[in-house]
C-alpha cells in the first residue's frame, strides 16, 4: 500500500506547481512549501489538542462536562484562547539571563517540528526520507531537553531551576532506554531509513482466516512495544513521569516563570513533543500510515491520536512517582529491559531466521 | 475566688487529685477547681518539675493545650493535662506570673509540643518563657509591637510590616562553596500548601534538610471575636470558619459541649441524635475532601481521584444542606440544642440521606481500585512520612494523624458525648506510622461514619412525634457565674478540637480559647520531613490534611 508511495511530498510539491524547472531555488521553494503543510498541519493538531480535547478527555475521564459554551462542542474555545494567551502581558524576571531565556520556548518548540521532518505520514506526506531517518528523529527530540535546562536556569527561580535539572536528569535516563529498544526494530529491518521501516511492516506476518495481520513491530514483539511507550511517556515527561513540571511539588518547574506567549511556546512545544512521540511508535511498532479502508494520512493521525489519548488517561489515573524511583526505574529497570531486549532481538533474528 | 470554685461540682473522672497533691510537694501552692478537673496552682520557675511529675509519675502525657491569659492583677498559663489511654482523667497547671515581669518556665522540655503554644502565647498575650528554645512570634509578623490579647494593647496603632527576604537557616553549616543548600520559600501562594501557608524549606538538592511552617497568615483574631460574642447566639457562627472543609458541625459541637457544660444546660436526647448524624456527615464530607486533596499532592494533577471526592463530598453536601440551610457554613447547632427540626417531609430526607449510604460502599471500592490498590501509590506512600508513636503523643497530634500511628485515641469513645456510645461503631488505627495508613485510616473512618449515621437515621425515623425536643429551657441570656473555667473537646474531623472558657459573670467569655488539632498536628511536620524527599514532604504535608482556618484560627 505505502510501497508505491516513493515520491516525496517537496517533489510532489514541485511538480504540481512546477517548481523543477527552476532548479535550486525551485526546489528549495518547494521544500519550504511541503514542510510550511506539515508544520502547519501538526500545529494545527496541537490547536484542537491543548485548549479543546484534553479538556474534554480529562473531563470525560473524571465526570465533568468541560469547555461547551462556544462554538459546537465548545470548540471555538481554541480561538479565544489563542486570543486570550496571546493577549496577556508578557512578564519577564528581573534577573531572567536573556537571551537563553527567549531562546528556551523555541529550542523546544522547533525541535519538535524538526522530527516531524522525517516521519511518512502516508499519502505521500513525507518531507525528507534519509538513511538515518530513526537517529535524526531521536536526536532532534533530544535537542528538547536543552530547552528545558536553557529555561530552568535562565527564569532565576528556584523552582525553575529544580524543574530543569530533573528534566535533564530525567531524559538521559530515558533517552537510552528508548534508543536501545528502537534499536531492536532496526534489527529487523536492517535499515534506519523511515520509509524502509514501514515497508519492512506491510508484510503480512500471519494470515487468520483470510485475514492478514500486518507484521507491525507491535505485534512482532510487544514487550518491545511496551517498554518504548514507557519510555516515550517519560521522555516527553507525561504522568506517571511528570516530575520536571510536578505543579504540587515545584508549582510548574521550569516553565514557572514563563507567561504569554512564550508559555504558549512552551505548551506548543509540550504537544508537539507528545505527538512527535506518537508519531514515532505509529513509525516505528505500527505500521506508519498503513490501515484498511480509510487513507494513509487519516490512519496516521488516529494512530498518533490514540498515543495522545493514553497519555491523558495516564494523566487521570495514575500518580507521580518521585523522582529518585523515576531515576531508579530508567536506569536499573528500563535500561536493563531493553538491553536484555536487543541481544534476545539480535540471537533470535541472527541465529534462528 | 477560690471558694467560689469550690462550690462548683468537680469533674472527678478517676483521678485522685489528693494524691497527686501529695506528689507536687511543694511545688503545688495552691490548688483551683475548674469545671473540667483540678488544677494546681505552680510558681512561674518550677513549671518543669510540676510537669514531669505530672508526665512520668501520674502518667498525663498529653499536653492538650496551653491557655495563657491576663487577669486585672496578674498573667496566667495554663497547661491542660490529659492522658492518651483515658482522656477524661484530666488535671491543669496553672501558672501565673506577675505583671511587672511575666516571666515562666517553659514547658517545651517536658512536652515539644509546648514549643508552637509557648510561641503563640507570647504572641499574643506577651508571657516570656524562660528556657524556649525558640521564642519568637508565630501567627504575627515578627515586626508586629504590642500584645493583641494583653489589656493595655492599643488597637489603633499603626504597625509596620517590613519585606525582607528570609535567610537560609543553615547558611553557617556550609563547609564550602560546593556544600551548598538552597533556602526555598515553599508558599504561601504554592499548589499544594491548602490554603495561605509557608513553609521555610531549605534544600540539599532534592532532599529536605530543613523545614519550617511559618503559619498566620488566615489568623482572624477568632478568640477575640467570640470572647466579644454572647454565649447564647453570637459565638455559635464562628466555629463553622475554623475547619471550613464543610467540617463546621463538628466545630460547633466543641463550643456547645464547653458552653452547655459551664453553663450547665441539658440537650434532649432527640436533638443529640440529630446532632450526632449531623456530625459525622460533616466528618465525611471532610474526609473526602482530605482524601482528594491528598491524592492531588501526590497524583499532581486534578485526577479522577479528586474529581470523585469531591463529587461524594458533594453528596454530603447536598443533604447537610437539606438538614442546615447551607452547605458549609452550617450554624445549626444551638446552645441546648440544635436550630430546627428536620426538614419535612422527613421521608424524603431519610430517603436521600439512605441512597448517599446505600452508594458509599461502591464509590469507597473505587476509591480502593484507584487509590490505595495502585501500586506507584503504594510505593510512593508506603514507608514515607513517618511518624512513630512516641513522636505523635510528643506533639499532642490527633484524630487520623494519630490513629494512622497506631495511637487508639478518640474522644467519641473515649470521652463520650452525643450519642456515640449508644451506638455501635469501631475506632480505627492503623499500625504504618506511614503517609499511607493515614489514608487507608480516614477512608475506614468514613465507613464507620456511614454506619453511625445509618444507626441514627433508624433511631430518628421511629422516634415518637411528641417526643421531638430539638431543644432544652435555654435562659435568654447566659451569665455563668463569674470565673467558671472549663476545657472540653470533642473529636473534630482532625482530631481533638478543645475549648476552653473562663467567665467573668458576663454575658460573654472573658477568655476564649480555641485548642486546634491541625496546630498540633501541622507542628509535627518537620519531624516526618527533614531528611525526605520534597515530594515525600508535599505527600506527608497533604496526610497531614490541615485546614489552615483551623490552624490559623
Not at chain 1, 523546544?108 to 530513526?134: Q, T
Not at chain 2, 497568615?217 to 463553622?240: K, V
Request: hydrophobic share 45%.
Amino acid at each position: 500500500m505505502i510501497a508505491q508511495q516513493k515520491t516525496l511530498l517537496p517533489e510532489r510539491v514541485a511538480g504540481l506547481l512546477g517548481l523543477d524547472q527552476f532548479g535550486m531555488a525551485g526546489d528549495l521553494l518547494a521544500t519550504f512549501l511541503a514542510a510550511f503543510l506539515v508544520g502547519n498541519l501538526m500545529l494545527a493538531m496541537t490547536g484542537v489538542a491543548g485548549p479543546w480535547a484534553k479538556r474534554k478527555i480529562t473531563a470525560a475521564f473524571t465526570d465533568r462536562i468541560a469547555v461547551n459554551r462556544i462554538g459546537p462542542f465548545g470548540l471555538f474555545i481554541i480561538v479565544a484562547d489563542a486570543v486570550r494567551l496571546l493577549s496577556k502581558e508578557l512578564i519577564i524576571p528581573e534577573n531572567a539571563d536573556r537571551p537563553a531565556f527567549d531562546l528556551a520556548p523555541i529550542v523546544v518548540a522547533s525541535s519538535a517540528l524538526l522530527g516531524f521532518a522525517v516521519i511518512p505520514m502516508g499519502n505521500g506526506v513525507h518531507l525528507a526520507d534519509p538513511e538515518v531517518g530513526l537517529a535524526y528523529v531521536f536526536a532532534v527530540a533530544g535537542i528538547a531537553s536543552i530547552g528545558l535546562a536553557m529555561g530552568g536556569y535562565a527564569s532565576a527561580n528556584k523552582y525553575s531551576l529544580l524543574g530543569g535539572l530533573r528534566a535533564i536528569a530525567q531524559n538521559i535516563a530515558y533517552e537510552i532506554p528508548l534508543v536501545i529498544t528502537a534499536a531492536s526494530v532496526v534489527i529487523f529491518t536492517g535499515s534506519l531509513r523511515m520509509s524502509t521501516i514501514v515497508q519492512t511492516q506491510a508484510e503480512p506476518l500471519l494470515t487468520v482466516a483470510g485475514l492478514s495481520i500486518p507484521s507491525w513491530f507491535a505485534f512482532v514483539n510487544p514487550f518491545a512495544f511496551v517498554l518504548f511507550v514507557v519510555a516515550n511517556l517519560a521522555e516527553v515527561g507525561r504522568n506517571p513521569f511528570d516530575t520536571p513540571e510536578a505543579p504540587t511539588e515545584i508549582v510548574a518547574g521550569y516553565q514557572t516563570e514563563y507567561s504569554s506567549v512564550y508559555f504558549v511556546l512552551f505548551y506548543l512545544g509540550e504537544f508537539l513533543h507528545i505527538f512527535l512521540g506518537g508519531a514515532i511508535i505509529a513509525t516505528v511498532f505500527l505500521g506508519g500510515p498503513a490501515g484498511p479502508v480509510l487513507p494513509g494520512l487519516v490512519w496516521f493521525i488516529i494512530k498518533i491520536w490514540a498515543v495522545f489519548l493514553l497519555t491523558q488517561w495516564f494523566r487521570s489515573a495514575i500518580p507521580r512517582v518521585r523522582i529518585d524511583q523515576l531515576i531508579q526505574i530508567g536506569w536499573k529497570g528500563m535500561l536493563v529491559l531493553s538491553f536484555a531486549n536487543l541481544v534476545l532481538t539480535a540471537i533470535i533474528v541472527g541465529v534462528i531466521v | 475566688m477560690s471558694t467560689q470554685k469550690e462550690e462548683l461540682e468537680i469533674a472527678e473522672g478517676g483521678v485522685d487529685y489528693d494524691a497527686l497533691e501529695d506528689r507536687l510537694g511543694d511545688t503545688a501552692i495552691d490548688r483551683e477547681s475548674h469545671v473540667n478537673a483540678e488544677g494546681f496552682v505552680v510558681r512561674p520557675d518550677e513549671v518543669q518539675d510540676a510537669l514531669f511529675a505530672l508526665r512520668d509519675d501520674a502518667g498525663f502525657d498529653h499536653l492538650s493545650l496551653v491557655t495563657a491569659q491576663e487577669y486585672e492583677d496578674r498573667y496566667e498559663s495554663i497547661y491542660h493535662l490529659k492522658k492518651f489511654d483515658d482522656p477524661t482523667q484530666e488535671v491543669s497547671v496553672v501558672v501565673p506570673t506577675t505583671k511587672d515581669d511575666p516571666v515562666s518556665q517553659s514547658a517545651e522540655p517536658v512536652y515539644r509540643t509546648a514549643d508552637w503554644h509557648e510561641r503563640e502565647a507570647y504572641d499574643l498575650v506577651g508571657i516570656d518563657y524562660d528556657d524556649h528554645p525558640d521564642l519568637r512570634r508565630i501567627l504575627l509578623p515578627e515586626t508586629w509591637k504590642g500584645h493583641p490579647l494583653g489589656k493595655d494593647y492599643d488597637q489603633n496603632k499603626p504597625q509596620v510590616v517590613s519585606f525582607k527576604q528570609h535567610a537560609n537557616p543553615l547558611k553557617q553549616d556550609h563547609k564550602d562553596a560546593e556544600s551548598d543548600t538552597m533556602f526555598v520559600n515553599i508558599g504561601p501562594h504554592h499548589p499544594a500548601t491548602h490554603g495561605v501557608l509557608h513553609l521555610e524549606t531549605t534544600l540539599d538538592g532534592e532532599t529536605v534538610a530543613d523545614v519550617e511552617p511559618d503559619i498566620g497568615y488566615l489568623h482572624r483574631c477568632e478568640e477575640q471575636m467570640a470572647q466579644q460574642g454572647t454565649y447564647r447566639h453570637q459565638i455559635m457562627p464562628y466555629p463553622d470558619r475554623w475547619d471550613y472543609s464543610s467540617a463546621g458541625l463538628l466545630n460547633e459541637w466543641a463550643y456547645a459541649r464547653a458552653a452547655e457544660d459551664l453553663a450547665d444546660l441539658d440537650v434532649p436526647e432527640y436533638a443529640q441524635v440529630i446532632r450526632t448524624m449531623g456530625a459525622e456527615l460533616c466528618r465525611i464530607a471532610g474526609h473526602m475532601l482530605a482524601v482528594g486533596t491528598f491524592a492531588l499532592d501526590v497524583y499532581g494533577d486534578f485526577t479522577a481521584i479528586f474529581m470523585y471526592a469531591m463529587r461524594d463530598r458533594e453528596k454530603v453536601q447536598a443533604v447537610l444542606e437539606d438538614l442546615t440551610g447551607q452547605r458549609m457554613m452550617f450554624n445549626y447547632f444551638r446552645l441546648g440544642g440544635v436550630a430546627w427540626d428536620l426538614p419535612e417531609p422527613r421521608e424524603e430526607f431519610f430517603g436521600k440521606t439512605r441512597d448517599f449510604l446505600d452508594d458509599l460502599p461502591e464509590a469507597l471500592e473505587e476509591y480502593h481500585d484507584l487509590l490505595t490498590g495502585n501500586e506507584i501509590f503504594q510505593s510512593r506512600c508506603i514507608d514515607t512520612g513517618i511518624l512513630e508513636p512516641e513522636v505523635a503523643k510528643q506533639y499532642s497530634a490527633t484524630g487520623p494523624v494519630a490513629r494512622g500511628s497506631g495511637i487508639d485515641y478518640d474522644l467519641r469513645r473515649d470521652d463520650p458525648y452525643g450519642y456515640y456510645d449508644e451506638l455501635d461503631w469501631d475506632v480505627i488505627t492503623e499500625d504504618g506510622c506511614d503517609n499511607y495508613s493515614r489514608v487507608l485510616v480516614r477512608m475506614q473512618e468514613v465507613e464507620q461514619s456511614a454506619k453511625v449515621i445509618e444507626q441514627c437515621v433508624d433511631l430518628l425515623e421511629d422516634w415518637p412525634e411528641e417526643e421531638r425536643d430539638i431543644q432544652s429551657n435555654v435562659p435568654r441570656t447566659l451569665k455563668p457565674d463569674p470565673d467558671t473555667e472549663i476545657y472540653r473537646s470533642v473529636e473534630a474531623a482532625k482530631g481533638e478540637l478543645g475549648i476552653y472558657i473562663r467567665s467573668d459573670g458576663t454575658d460573654e467569655p472573658a477568655r476564649f480559647k480555641i485548642r486546634s488539632p491541625c496546630f498540633h498536628n501541622l507542628s509535627v511536620l518537620p519531624e516526618m520531613a527533614n531528611g525526605e524527599y520534597i515530594a515525600d514532604m508535599i505527600a506527608s504535608l497533604g496526610s497531614l490534611d490541615i485546614i489552615l482556618g483551623e490552624v490559623d484560627r
